[in-house]
């Protein structure tokens, strides 16, 4: 019981924060409303980041390299009058992997922190880093699992483009920053951080982790003594 009403709490979160997958960015992409936005420095820093639950395992290099250049992709189309820096934190990671029993469906997430800088003040536009919990989205490729029907590559590289857009988005909520109007927030911080305590507490229990590994090795088992059809 443990490991189900843990899942069920995680699921929630996934429901709360999910939306649809960002497509890759082309010149129809429409751009939003960022003033005189203009994208300096691209920092990402994946290194120490947490592995999540029933997580497929990625190197720091790994994410640090798709999602830079999915922020250089989507924001490096503005082109206003001055300079901004972000850094962006990778925190955490679940990349969904196969074999997982399917009522958990497991599905991937990144728990980033971003802060935004000012080039010509030279100070921070957010003294709190703004903390996002970022997920596939819903698709038909996830609905059972992405670990089933997405190889790891896949999967980072649907997340850090879900990151970009979530920043951009992020970066127009606050349009003050860069002279414009800003807009009401879609995914309020108290939402991205109960979706990251659910990650991370599922991540935090041990139970959970051993009983699905049990339950998968038993599937596996089960499977290769099931006799082969003639």
């Given at each position: 019981?443990?490991?189900?009403?843990?899942?069920?709490?995680?699921?929630?979160?996934?429901?709360?924060?999910a939306?649809?997958e960002a497509?890759m960015?082309?010149q129809e992409?429409?751009?939003?409303?960022?003033?005189d936005?203009?994208?300096g420095?691209?920092?990402?820093?994946?290194?120490?980041?947490q592995?999540?639950?029933?997580?497929r395992?990625?190197?720091?290099?790994e994410?640090k390299?798709?999602?830079?250049a999915?922020?250089?992709?989507?924001?490096?189309?503005?082109?206003?009058?001055?300079?901004y820096h972000?850094g962006?934190?990778?925190?955490a990671?679940?990349?969904?992997?196969?074999?997982?029993?399917?009522?958990?469906?497991?599905?991937?997430?990144?728990?980033?922190t971003?802060?935004a800088?000012d080039?010509?003040?030279?100070?921070k536009?957010?003294?709190?880093?703004?903390?996002?919990t970022?997920?596939?989205?819903?698709?038909?490729?996830?609905?059972?699992?992405?670990?089933?029907?997405?190889?790891k590559q896949?999967?980072?590289?649907v997340?850090?483009?879900?990151?970009a857009?979530?920043?951009e988005?992020w970066?127009?909520?606050?349009?003050d920053?860069f002279?414009?109007a800003?807009?009401?927030?879609e995914?309020t911080?108290?939402?991205?951080?109960?979706?990251?305590?659910e990650?991370?507490?599922?991540n935090?229990?041990?139970?959970?982790?051993?009983a699905?590994?049990?339950?998968a090795?038993e599937?596996q088992?089960a499977?290769?003594t099931?006799?082969?059809?003639?």
């Amino acid at each position: 019981m443990l490991v189900f009403r843990t899942f069920l709490a995680f699921l929630a979160a996934l429901t709360l924060v999910a939306c649809g997958e960002a497509k890759m960015v082309t010149q129809e992409t429409p751009k939003l409303q960022l003033g005189d936005f203009s994208f300096g420095h691209n920092i990402v820093v994946a290194d120490g980041m947490q592995k999540g639950v029933f997580s497929r395992t990625a190197e720091p290099e790994e994410i640090k390299d798709s999602l830079t250049a999915a922020l250089a992709e989507r924001l490096g189309r503005y082109d206003g009058d001055k300079l901004y820096h972000l850094g962006i934190k990778v925190e955490a990671y679940a990349l969904a992997m196969p074999g997982i029993p399917i009522v958990f469906k497991p599905k991937s997430a990144y728990i980033l922190t971003v802060t935004a800088w000012d080039d010509a003040a030279g100070g921070k536009l957010n003294e709190e880093p703004r903390l996002l919990t970022i997920f596939e989205g819903t698709s038909a490729q996830t609905l059972i699992g992405s670990g089933i029907t997405r190889n790891k590559q896949e999967q980072i590289d649907v997340l850090s483009r879900n990151a970009a857009r979530r920043i951009e988005r992020w970066l127009e909520e606050n349009g003050d920053w860069f002279g414009v109007a800003a807009v009401g927030a879609e995914i309020t911080q108290e939402d991205d951080t109960a979706a990251a305590l659910e990650l991370l507490a599922a991540n935090a229990d041990p139970d959970a982790l051993a009983a699905a590994q049990k339950v998968a090795a038993e599937q596996q088992a089960a499977a290769q003594t099931q006799p082969q059809s003639q």
